[in-house]
């Protein structure tokens, strides 16, 4: 740290002398990254209890998985920390072989128990994480026997159903497939209010143990995150030495600190902001479509809401290309199927972006419904762009054919906790698939396990919304069970086109992750799925 | 006080010089006088004036807002947003192309009615407060003003900022969470003016006569304190229309698409760079009605206590 | 003395009352929240088996009574509990925001004082003349803008337009973390650590939210200065000095001031008092690292330990520059002693 810090300071030094002279030039040190970006929601390091876009990167950026997904195409992947993986005959029993002579920047060597160890926390802690497992069948109570170390660089894991292994791989790829530190998490497992052991929660809510290129040195809620590179990585070390993330919550805010030099990278610009660093010849956008869609839910349970034609109603009061040319414009593509563009299964766009803003037929299909009259219905929302926008827009559309939509801003913890109280009329949210193929909405939007309000299903967006339909469910089952890729995604599109007219969702964006970023800053990659901090260069 | 003595008009010189007679010759002419002469005091600071004509100005504002306004304040255009000021929009276009001027004259009767419910919340419950406190007094008085001491040990925003969360965020919470801050500076008031006439004469008068507390309280001690209540919140409305528009900002108060000028300045700022004038023009509206109110409640301040001036 | 130590003690005792009441005021408030900590905790798509052991890990299973027990025998020994967003102790997050805050009020009263007394002085000396008038509608303009706005156009124009500052946050991005915390007061640690480049990215950040603070600190100190002089102006002993033929200076800042200076002492400990509660929105407004932001995130967050610790400590704050204010008066006066 001392020796970094001179360092440090005498690049700053150099630069301070430069930047008198040359005002457009960078103010940042050259081997490290300054990220400008909203990092309130952060709450904990761990990996087996993240769920938000922030913390998702950063450890994704600290841990390797033990399959890569390609950093040029996200629907590839390449071996990670397992360097070959093999499927028995009966497609249910999948052997990993790890790497050899790998160790955690503990020094500690990497190993299968650990792999086994990781996978068994993830289930036992029972985070939404863990629904990545028991989606495939993986269950808490016979983790143990189902995930096990056969030598220390042999894992197998064993399913119930034969999943097609292009699905069931993409487990290995997200953060619940990083390989932890074992031996140096250990000292630090405490117990849980139920008495049993947190393995490790407490302690990695600020700790990273893994094996990565960066590790994390320094965490201040809603202030700053920073990483720093792990001398030795396996696959070489990384041409950046530190990555500074600086909590700032503003779009201009951030403009203005990225436009002065102050940042390299801003996150969280908006569509003007984005327009004038496009303007900006010291300055460049880097965009990739991610996997996330915003869509308007309906409560099935809302006597009025229930009814199909009223929701088909709804899906013409969003003028979807205005928005993409104004507010979205950088921000969003319109998209109206449960199954984001770029996944496998996914409509072709002109079926896919099926609507578009029509009152005279939401009239019509408000007639037919019953309510030529109109009504008057809640939606709820959150505070981030562009949920006011969009929200906003809908409910002068609305107003236009007779609906009467109350606007109710709350905070983001206040909207879930509302949803899976399924205490909600009208609900503007969006929502991250874990993998790219449409089975990953599909078994959290449309099929609904049991849609008692006692079952409790809130991790399934159509148990919240209380949608639950037979053909559905089968549909849903049965695609996934499908071996034969054509007909897999044949089946998909039929389930989508029946959902965009049944379903509760009324999906209108699909999010673009804009990076506004300094010239200098050169091989930054990014996909729908990952951002790499390892390639990037200034 | 007879018949005689009220029909007592100036014969000549007309009102004004009944406004001004050295004599007095009625306690409605006293009255009137004292009045005079205070509005005579006023009206020579030209401050006083300004703030009384920019306090007028948003009330007509708040009455007149469908005349005055150029556009429909929730029309949006998606062709038409972020538009700079001009002679077809005023003040701009917002983010969603609606027209800022017409939504500031709409915002007006939210302000309004946030400073006047506030007062109506806030000024009977700290009469309530303070009277009982001071009539009564003993361990009542003491519990009573231990609770108004703990109120005021927290600053307004912070605890408005608190009651707010736990009701839940919206124009009517709001209200509520500022006038739940606001009423024990004017309970401290009651209670002091009350301690004043609690063993006057006529008091005494009415307890021997057989009245209840209650109505002693109700009926003899609160129209006393009545008009210094009145002036004191009248002094605070400043206090109060930065309060609201501080939770506005926090998109604690009022919700979309409502035109509150403290949630048009929180939008705004997301926008301050390109688009200048959706944060700057709601923050002026906000400036320019607090400023009104302080320099009104300046100059009353200056009336009513001259020995200050 | 002894009557100094009698009126501390009955002081401390209402103060102890009074930390009681705001521990039960705002602990019921915080009971209401309607935002759910237990979603905050684990995420949005746990299974409900989570749910309900988290709940009952926070201790929400327990009646509110039983809550409210724990929770004050807690923070009799200095225990807020753990803040749910930082995953920290509370106690700790505050050790370390609120050095931020003290150091920006702190930098924010001096210029308060520093321009208040001075165009107080002036106002009161010059009554009723223009620059009466100015000091007064400046300083009620100061008490008018919500100082968030403020904040706002002064980034706008000062850091994106002319380049005179520096943005949001406490010190350039590339300097955190290279200063360890020995007063926690960044001004101080840079230059004790020898950083003058620290020390100066510092003071260009904190030179605009303090001016914001200190203009509102202006105006409220102005103001009190401007009254307490006049009362003094219209004394027998002023009007005799000046007629003995002193010079008006002399007699202002000579005889005058020195009266007025104990009077201005417990006007300085309540605006130091309300830079706390300006630094909540201003906080927000610039990204400041300190105890006003971390209130508003916890408020946000549905973070009970935190609204109540922040709560708690800006009551405590209030009260506590209250009695050494008290406290000094009674010391300083010579009429009270």
Redesign the interface.
């Known amino acids: 740290m001392r020796a970094g810090r001179t360092g440090l300071l005498a690049a700053t030094a150099a630069l301070a002398m430069a930047w008198g002279t040359a005002e457009a030039q960078t103010r940042t040190p050259r081997d490290a990254l300054v990220m400008a970006w909203n990092i309130d929601a952060i709450l904990t390091m761990d990996p087996a209890q993240i769920g938000e876009v922030v913390t998702d990167e950063i450890v994704n950026n600290t841990c390797d998985p033990m399959i890569f997904l390609s950093p040029d195409d996200e629907s590839k992947m390449e071996p990670g920390l397992a360097e070959r993986w093999e499927v028995s005959e009966d497609g249910k029993t999948y052997t990993f072989h790890l790497r050899r002579g790998l160790t955690h920047p503990s020094g500690n060597p990497v190993t299968a128990q650990d792999a086994a160890w990781s996978i068994h926390r993830v289930l036992h802690l029972g985070f939404g994480n863990a629904a990545q497992y028991t989606q495939w069948g993986l269950a808490k109570e016979t983790a143990e026997q189902q995930v096990r170390a056969l030598d220390d660089h042999t894992l197998q894991v064993t399913v119930p159903e034969p999943w097609p292994p292009s699905l069931f791989l993409y487990v290995f790829t997200g953060r619940q497939g990083f390989i932890l530190d074992r031996k140096a998490i250990e000292p630090h497992i405490g117990t849980r209010a139920d008495g049993t052991s947190d393995y490790g929660n407490g302690w990695l809510k600020t700790n990273t143990a893994c094996i990565g290129p960066y590790r994390l040195t320094r965490w201040t809620a809603s202030d700053t995150v920073i990483l720093e590179r792990n001398a030795n990585y396996w696959r070489g070390e990384v041409p950046l030495r530190r990555v500074i993330i600086r909590h700032v919550a503003?779009?201009?805010a951030q403009?203005?600190q990225l436009e002065r030099g102050d940042i390299d990278i801003a996150r969280d610009l908006?569509a003007?902001?984005l327009?004038?660093v496009d303007a900006n010849p010291n300055l460049k956008l880097n965009a990739a479509l991610r996997h996330q869609l915003w869509y308007i839910g309906a409560n099935m349970e809302h006597p009025i809401l229930g009814n199909d034609d009223v929701r088909m109603a709804m899906r013409y009061l969003v003028?979807y290309q205005?928005?993409e040319?104004?507010?979205m414009r950088y921000s969003g593509k319109a998209w109206n199927s449960f199954a984001p563009q770029g996944a496998f299964g996914a409509l072709p766009p002109e079926r896919g972006l099926a609507f578009r803003l029509d009152l005279d037929k939401a009239r019509e299909y408000l007639v037919k419904a019953g309510h030529a009259n109109g009504f008057t219905v809640r939606l709820m929302h959150g505070?981030a762009?562009p949920s006011?926008?969009i929200?906003?827009?809908f409910?002068?559309n609305a107003?236009k054919v007779g609906i009467r939509v109350e606007?109710?801003?709350?905070a983001s913890g206040q909207l879930f906790s509302r949803m899976r109280d399924r205490n909600f009329e009208l609900a503007f949210l969006g929502w991250s698939p874990g993998y790219p193929d449409a089975d990953a909405n599909a078994s959290r939007h449309v099929f609904n396990p049991d849609n008692r309000a006692e079952a409790r299903q809130g991790m399934f967006l159509s148990w919240r919304a209380s949608f639950y339909r037979e053909w559905f469910n089968d549909a849903v089952q049965r695609a996934r069970l499908e071996r034969d890729p054509e007909q897999r995604k044949l089946m998909y599109y039929e389930i989508q086109e029946r959902f965009m007219r049944e379903g509760p969702f009324m999906y209108n964006f699909q999010q673009v992750r804009q990076l506004a970023m300094r010239n200098e800053v050169r091989e930054f990659k990014h996909h729908a799925f990952k951002v790499y901090y390892t390639t990037a260069r200034k | 006080m007879t018949a005689e003595v009220r029909t007592d008009r100036p014969a000549h010189g007309g009102l004004r010089a009944w406004l001004l007679a050295e004599t007095v010759t009625s306690p409605a002419q006293a009255r009137a006088q004292k009045l005079y002469l205070g509005w005579r005091r006023f009206a020579s600071n030209p401050?006083a004036l300004i703030g009384l004509g920019i306090v007028v100005t948003l009330i007509l504002l708040a009455i007149f807002a469908p005349l005055v306004a150029t556009h429909d304040p929730?029309?949006?255009s998606?062709?038409r947003?972020?538009l700079p000021p001009s002679g077809a929009h005023w003040l701009g276009t917002d983010?969603?192309g609606r027209d800022i001027w017409s939504r500031i004259a709409y915002g007006a009767r939210i302000t309004l009615m946030i400073v006047l419910l506030v007062a109506l919340i806030a000024a009977p419950l700290g009469l309530l407060i303070g009277t009982v406190a001071g009539y009564l007094g003993g361990w009542v008085d003491v519990a009573l003003m231990?609770?108004v001491?703990?109120?005021l040990?927290?600053?307004?925003?912070?605890?408005a900022?608190?009651?707010v969360?736990?009701?839940?965020?919206?124009l009517e919470n709001a209200i509520i969470a500022i006038a739940l801050t606001a009423w024990p500076p004017i309970a401290r008031l009651a209670r002091a003016e009350t301690l004043t006439v609690r063993r006057a004469d006529y008091i005494a008068a009415v307890r021997l006569a057989g009245a209840s507390d209650l109505r002693i309280i109700v009926r003899h001690i609160m129209p006393i304190c009545i008009p210094s209540v009145i002036i004191r919140i009248t002094l605070n409305m400043?206090g109060i229309i930065?309060t609201a528009?501080?939770l506005g900002?926090?998109?604690l108060g009022a919700?979309?698409?409502s035109p509150e000028w403290?949630a048009m300045?929180s939008?705004g700022?997301?926008?301050?760079?390109?688009?200048?004038w959706l944060?700057?023009m709601p923050?002026i509206a906000?400036?320019v009605v607090?400023?009104g109110?302080?320099?009104l409640g300046?100059a009353l301040r200056d009336v009513l206590d001259p020995r200050?001036s | 003395m002894r009557r100094l130590a009698g009126e501390v003690f009955r002081q401390a005792s209402?103060v102890g009352?009074?930390l009681f009441?705001?521990l039960a005021?705002?602990f019921f408030?915080?009971r209401?929240?309607?935002?759910d900590p237990v979603i905050a905790v684990i995420g949005d798509d746990a299974p409900q088996s989570t749910y309900d052991m988290v709940y009952r890990e926070l201790g929400l299973d327990r009646p509110l009574w039983e809550q409210f027990a724990i929770y004050v025998g807690k923070v009799l020994q200095g225990d807020f509990g753990v803040a749910l967003n930082t995953s920290n102790r509370v106690a700790d997050d505050l050790l370390r925001v609120f050095p931020a805050t003290v150091e920006l009020a702190t930098v924010s009263i001096i210029i308060g004082v520093g321009l208040g007394i001075p165009f107080g002085v002036i106002a009161a000396v010059h009554r009723g003349k223009m620059i009466d008038?100015i000091v007064?509608?400046v300083g009620?303009?100061g008490?008018?803008?919500?100082n968030?706005?403020l904040g706002?156009?002064g980034?706008?124009v000062f850091y994106?337009m002319l380049g005179w500052v520096g943005g949001p946050g406490r010190v350039s991005v590339f300097y955190i973390d290279m200063i360890e915390p020995r007063t926690g007061f960044l001004l101080i640690d840079s230059l004790l650590e020898n950083e003058p480049d620290v020390f100066w990215s510092a003071v260009e950040h904190i030179i605009l939210p303090a001016s914001i603070l200190g203009y509102s600190s202006t105006a409220y100190i102005a103001r009190m200065t401007r009254?307490f002089m006049?009362e003094q102006l219209s004394q027998e002993y002023v009007i005799t000095a000046r007629v003995k033929g002193l010079s008006r200076a002399r007699v202002v800042w000579r005889h005058a001031f020195p009266n007025i200076m104990v009077q201005l002492v417990t006007v300085i400990a309540l605006a130091y008092?309300?830079l706390?509660?300006g630094a909540?929105?201003t906080e927000?407004v610039f990204a400041w690292p300190g105890f006003g932001r971390y209130?508003?995130l916890g408020?946000?967050a549905?973070d009970m330990n935190v609204?109540l610790a922040?709560?708690l400590i800006?009551?405590l704050t209030?009260?506590v520059l209250?009695l050494i204010s008290d406290i000094l008066y009674r010391l300083l006066d010579p009429r009270t002693r």
Do not use: K
């Not at chain 3, 209401?32 to 935002?35: F, G, K, S």
């Open positions: 503003e779009s201009a403009r203005l908006n003007e902001d327009a004038a003028d205005g928005l040319r104004t507010v505070t762009f006011p926008d929200a906003q827009h409910q002068a107003a606007i109710e801003q709350m | 401050l929730f029309a949006q998606l062709d947003r972020l983010e969603l231990r609770l001491d703990v109120f040990s927290f600053p307004g925003l912070i605890l900022l608190a009651f969360a736990a009701l839940g965020s919206g400043a930065l528009a501080g900002f926090l998109g919700q979309p698409p403290g300045l939008t700022r997301a926008y301050m760079l390109g688009s200048w944060a700057a923050g906000i400036l607090s400023l109110f302080n320099l300046d200050a | 209402a009352i009074s009441g705001l005021i705002t408030i915080g209401m929240l309607p935002l008038h007064r509608v009620l303009i008490y008018s803008a919500p968030f706005w706002l156009m980034l706008v994106a009254s006049l008092a309300f706390l509660e909540v929105l927000t209130l508003t408020l946000l549905g609204v922040c709560t800006v009551g209030f009260i209250n």
